[in-house]
């Protein structure tokens, strides 16, 4: 019995001490939004997770860049991504993981080819690729979301 308290006080004193604040944003630079946010901003103590939804290949103004192009549409997906970062304070070594939709599994070794001049390849963040029938609009080849860790 006294070996179970033992355990339970144990549990308490690993729990959370402070509350998680959390805020989610749209920052002015990115596409419009139409009931989701751009980035989940998580208070960690140290640092900031940074949660960004997946991100297309859309301008500021909502105009779709590189239409018919998957290597366009990829290097404007990752620079938003980095930028995205870079604005709250990181940079590409931040990002720990990214999720990437793509509609074509031929354009697999270029989205590597390309993601290799946005993301730190000696140290890669994880990462899951799917393949999927379409993405919300024709037009869009690609959509990568990803997750960074930067310190306060």
Known sequence: MLLFIFFVLSLSSMAQKKPVITSLENP????????????????????WMLIISGQVPMDQEGNIVGKGNFEAQTNFVYAKLVEIVKHYGGTRDHIVRTGILIVDEQHIPLIRQVRTKY???????????????????????VEIEATAVVPK
């Open 28 to 47: 002015a630079f990115l596409s419009p939004t139409k009931g989701y946010s751009h980035v989940a901003k998580i208070d960690m103590g140290n640092a």
């Open 119 to 141: 993301l730190n390849m000696e140290k890669p963040p994880t990462s899951t690729a799917m393949v999927v029938s379409k993405l919300f609009h024709p037009d869009f080849l």
